[in-house]
């Protein structure tokens, strides 16, 4: 396949609260009140981890049909962690997260060393996964001035 | 402030489709069909665009008020480009984005100048910016099975 593009826009509504989409699918983004929003959806470094087990769990869903796995369940807990202090200015740390980790619950029959195998193919495979795990380049921003 | 954790869950349902939460806010993905899904919500690699728009959106709403900057709209298109082989396991092509940008567009009366001050600020200081255009510390899979 040729490199493939993903589009999606952003929009604010009222407050910190935003209304994102992309193909017709909309995603509401705010902040929790101690943040300065007014709590009508998730927040966008949550959204991310969303992401990135929805892309794991798209991954697991489409490899065990591959490797002949029967997966009765999968579900996925994620967390990351990150310094506030960062995108808030108050001091050098990073803005976004130092360290993300999950916890892969998988209900199947198959044998241990088969599900090793098949979660290292999740993890070395996963589009999000490696967006997040390794630096992504980032054009700096087009800026469209309305006067 | 000190370390924040933030978490989520994301469960397969059906086919490739998921669903994700993170604070009772849930989030449907899925792929669409050309890609083995059956297009009930965006896909991942969606996602983490939507969540990029979102972060920056939030921080171009929170920094106006403190640069007194009358910001009248403001919505971004963003766009980024992967190769599907590389999940595919077809070459070795990174799997995640290799590039991603954006246009921000603002409707305000303040100067030109102040407005790219103001997006500089936005693109220094974004959490999910961060975490896509540099790296994170991801930790291997912890592994629960039940048979």
């Known amino acids: 396949m040729a490199i493939t593009t993903f589009k999606a826009t952003a ?25 300065g929003g007014t709590d009508t959806g ?3 470094v949550e959204l991310v ?7 794991q769990t798209i991954l697991a869903a489409s490899f ?6 029967n997966l009765e369940d999968f579900w996925i807990e994620l967390e990351g962690e990150l310094d506030p202090d960062g995108f808030m200015g108050l001091s050098d740390v990073r803005p976004g997260y130092q360290k993300i980790r999950y916890n892969m619950h998988i209900k199947s029959d198959a044998s241990e060393e088969k599900i090793k195998k098949f979660v290292e193919l ?3 495979r ?19 001035i309305e006067k």
């Open 126 to 144: 996963c589009p999000v996964g490696d967006t997040i795990g390794n630096a992504v380049e980032l054009e700096k921003a087009k800026i469209t």
């Open 122 to 124: 999740i993890e070395k």
């Open 42 to 44: 998730m927040n966008p």
């Open 11 to 35: 929009r604010r509504k009222k407050g910190l609260a935003v209304t994102a989409e992309a193909r017709g699918f909309k995603v509401d983004i705010d902040e929790p009140e101690k943040l």
């Open 49 to 55: 981890i969303c992401a990135l087990g929805g892309c």
């Open 64 to 69: 065990a049909e591959k490797m002949r796995i």
